[in-house]
């Protein structure tokens, strides 16, 4: 099985702040890396695709990038809606598998 | 737009079997893979497993495998989610989520094991 490995678990971030998350494969996925944001008590929410495919209607805000197999999730100027846990999923291959998740709270 | 409603939170006991459902609106429902996943209280995300809506085919994680049944109605667009040989561990939170990679989720379905 791929494994992903998250980074940080979690971190504190102010208003305006902007936030790098990233995620790491244990092998080649090509492209094949999508981000979501989950909030408590929620259903996840799809971000982005395809590494750096933003879904529609998801704010210009969030980006993502790709080096090899090391993926980042970029949040420019957070605002409080931002504030929540963010997961990354690779799909190259089944099983599908997650990172840990990066819990981002309010400084 | 599409929907995807899940039936509502179970409470079984350990050993027990438990099934969620599914039901699609706003797409063709045999065009787009449907994924389970679970959470566990205070825990990430885990994928379970997916089916193909338009033949029923099916994948897992070993994890769950001869423990987990993903089935589909289409003439009603609802796909299920099957789980025996329940134990605590299984307490969670399951979703059922569209297309690869999953673009729309259900709302979530709570399963209590408890004796």
């Known amino acids: 099985d791929i494994q992903m490995t998250q980074s940080p678990s979690s971190l504190s971030a102010s208003v305006g702040d902007r936030v790098t998350i990233t995620c790491r494969a244990s092998?080649?996925?090509?492209?094949?890396l999508a981000w979501f944001q989950q909030k408590p008590g929620k259903a996840p929410k799809s971000l982005i695709y395809a590494a750096s495919s933003l879904h529609s209607g998801v704010p210009s805000k969030f980006s993502g990038s790709r080096s090899g197999t090391n993926f980042t999730l970029t949040i420019s100027s957070l605002r409080p809606e931002d504030f929540a846990t963010y997961y990354c999923?690779?799909?190259?291959?089944?099983?599908?598998?997650f990172g840990g998740g990066t819990k981002v709270e309010i400084k | 737009q599409v929907q995807l409603v899940q039936s509502g939170a179970e409470v079984k006991k350990p050993g027990a079997s438990v099934k969620v459902s599914c039901k699609a609106s706003g797409y063709t429902f045999t065009n787009y893979y449907m994924h389970w996943v679970r959470q566990a209280p205070g825990q990430g995300l885990e994928w379970m497993g997916r089916?193909?809506?338009?033949?029923?085919?099916?994948n897992c994680t070993q994890k769950f495998q001869g423990r987990v049944t993903m089935t589909r109605d289409t003439s009603i667009s609802t796909a299920y989610m099957e789980l025996s040989r329940l134990t605590s561990d299984d307490t969670a939170v399951y979703y059922c989520?569209?297309?690869?990679?999953?673009?729309?989720w259900g709302q979530g379905t709570l399963v209590t094991v408890s004796s």
């Open positions: 989520a569209r297309d690869l990679p999953p673009v729309d």
């Open positions: 092998q080649d996925i090509s492209y094949y």
């Open positions: 089916i193909n809506p338009n033949s029923g085919g099916t």
């Open positions: 999923q690779q799909y190259n291959s089944y099983p599908l598998t």
